[in-house]
T-cell receptor, first 108, second 115 residues
Framework: EDQVTQSPEALRLQEGESSSLNCSYTVSGLRGLFWYRQDPGKGPEFLFTLYSAGEEKEKERLKATLTKKESFLHITAPKPEDSATYLCAGTNDYKLSFGAGTTVTVRA | ETGVTQSPTHLIKTRGQQVTLRCSSQSGHNTVSWYQQALGQGPQFIFQYYREEENGRGNFPPRFSGLQFPNYSSELNVNALELDDSALYLC??????????????FGPGTRLLVL
């Protein structure tokens, strides 16, 4: 059965303090690894898609990387507006299998 | 370009009742997927519709059913509501072309509370 595990569950950062979120997956025949950002009470907002090991994508202070077993979301010099829950999801066909998310709180 | 919209935003029902949730897909998208998200958890896949046919289903009982219409909008119906059905219901639309994996874009969700 496909499984996606995220760690840590929660992360409290000082503004400017860089860190990384981990997403390990066992998705047979992975065809895509997705990262989303979710604010409280709202739907997930798409950030990145990674298709193959070694791929990297960047957007502002966020950078996502993918290996054969896990993905990392690096947050560089975070700001309070980066506070959110970050979800990763893997797919091998039509459905996304999500992890439980990492809730990031950035203090000014 | 209009994003994914869902209605209603909030809903309160009692155990045993039936509920219908609605979703309008993003312009140009032909596929709709539904997810259930319990508090503090990641979304769980319910089912997907492509060209008005169910394209795949997660581990949910038959009382969860759906429809997709010719304009690609969709409904999720839940019969005989249970307390555990209380959750945020998310609709996501994507554009499927052959074997290509399309990115799923989510709506704001419908918060369902079952009393």
């Amino acid at each position: 059965e496909d499984q996606v595990t995220q760690s840590p569950e929660a992360l409290r950062l000082q503004e400017g303090e860089s860190s990384s979120l981990n997403c390990s997956y066992t998705v047979s025949g992975l065809r895509g690894l997705f990262w989303y950002r979710q604010d409280p009470g709202k739907g997930p907002e798409f950030l990145f898609t990674l298709y193959s090991a070694g791929e990297e994508k960047e957007k502002e202070r966020l950078k996502a990387t993918l290996t054969k077993k896990e993905s990392f979301l690096h947050i560089t010099a975070p700001k309070p507006e980066d506070s959110a829950t970050y979800l990763c999801a893997g797919t091998n066909d039509y459905k996304l299998s999500f992890g439980a998310g990492t809730t990031v709180t950035v203090r000014a | 370009e209009t994003g994914v919209t869902q209605s209603p935003t909030h809903l309160i029902k009692t155990r045993g009742q039936q509920v219908t949730l609605r979703c309008s897909s993003q312009s140009g998208h032909n596929t709709v997927s539904w997810y259930q998200q319990a508090l503090g958890q990641g979304p769980q896949f319910i089912f997907q519709y492509y060209r008005e046919e169910e394209n795949g289903r997660g581990n949910f009982p038959p009382r969860f059913s759906g429809l997709q219409f010719p304009n690609y909008s969709s409904e999720l119906n839940v019969n005989a509501l249970e307390l555990d059905d209380s959750a945020l219901y998310l609709c996501a639309s994507s554009s499927q072309r052959g074997a290509e994996i399309g990115t799923q874009y989510f709506g704001p969700g419908t918060r369902l509370l079952v009393l």
